[in-house]
């Protein structure tokens, strides 16, 4: 993580447009790295993050010791929002996909105007009855629609540099395919020079198929 000279980003990009007061003096501007873990499962949250560029993994730790991958979060998103407004919460992890600058607004000065900010409370459910809708969206597309579409969806999600390196493990759970489906979708694209195999990755070699095959989900 690296703090950033704030008022350039500030200056392009009023935050102040979610809130009621100005929350510019306290807010700080963070820079992730690809791996970089933003938050940290279980551990307290100190900030309420928006994300201003990049994307970040989402993960929960089962009782069996099994880490799970639940969502993609991506520009104009919110980070922390469940430990906004439940300091106890069980935090989830999150790790940034690509490069990440966010805007990081502390709890300990800010969490109780942020409570009684009636313009910010509005925008805050309406995002998360949007993620819940989209939660819900992405579940039900795991019956009704084929691998090769929400694979292609993933893979435009997750590729950093037109480079693909998720781990098979974990895209069939959030995928809900087996292990076998995963491979023989992935060769098929090879085949159909969608993508190639680099090394233990695969590299996009054709988007704009990738494109279409995801747009069926929209």
Known sequence: ?????????????????????????????????????????????????YIHTGKAKVFVTHQNGKMALINIVGAGEFLGDMELL????????????STMIVFAIPFKPCRE????????????????????TDMTAKYSQRLAFPLENRLAEFILQTAVDDIYREKHVLVCDYLGVSYRHLLFTLAQFCEEDILAKDGRNYRIRNKSRLIGLSEILK
Not at 114 to 129: N, P
């Open 86 to 97: 439940h300091e106890q919460y069980y935090s989830k992890a999150v790790q940034a996909i």
């Open 1 to 49: 993580m690296y703090r950033l000279q704030k008022s350039e980003y500030i200056q392009h990009f009023p935050i102040n447009k979610y809130f009621s007061y100005n929350v510019e003096s306290y807010v700080e501007v963070f820079e992730y790295k690809v791996g970089d873990w933003i938050i940290e499962e279980g551990m307290n949250s100190n900030y309420l993050f």
């Open 113 to 132: 105007p942020l409570l009684e900010d009636a313009k910010f409370l509005k925008q805050l459910a309406i995002y998360i009855s949007e993620k819940a």
